[in-house]
């Protein structure tokens, strides 16, 4: 069975950091490319990061080029999204999804993980 686990979500600050994790099982994760997406309250599904299977390739949303990094460890399946500079619209749910182009991991049929929840307050 394919299983997506995040963690790693919290309260944090304005301006701080955060470091967001997906363990993954059941599928061979280096040969997928994955992203991560969040909701905020009462929002829809929104794209963050995707990073390809060789992990060279990296793409981001505006408002997370320059403070967001995605990077994965494929010896230990997981995936890690850094958040720095955090700010209160950086507030959502966090998933991460076995997807790579930004609007398949969005899709209501990407599979998902339930999700870490990373508040954003003073």
């Known amino acids: 069975e394919e299983q997506l686990v995040e963690s790693g979500g919290g309260l944090v600050e304005p301006g701080g950091s955060l470091r ?11 040969n997928f490319g994955m992203s991560w997406v969040r909701q905020a ?27 967001f990094t995605i990077s994965r460890d494929n010896a230990k ?4 999204l850094q958040m720095n500079s955090l700010k209160n619209e950086d507030t959502a749910v ?10 398949a991991a969005v ?16």
């Open 94 to 103: 966090y998933y991460c999804t076995k997807a790579f182009r930004p609007a």
């Open 20 to 30: 967001l994790s997906c363990k993954t099982s059941g599928f061979i994760f280096g």
């Open 41 to 67: 309250p009462g929002q829809g599904l929104e794209w963050v990061a995707s990073m390809g299977a060789g992990s060279v390739s990296k793409t981001y949303a505006d408002f997370a080029q320059g403070r």
């Open 77 to 80: 399946n997981i995936l890690y």
């Open 107 to 122: 899709d209501a049929t990407a599979l998902r993980g339930q999700g870490t929840q990373v508040t954003v307050s003073s």
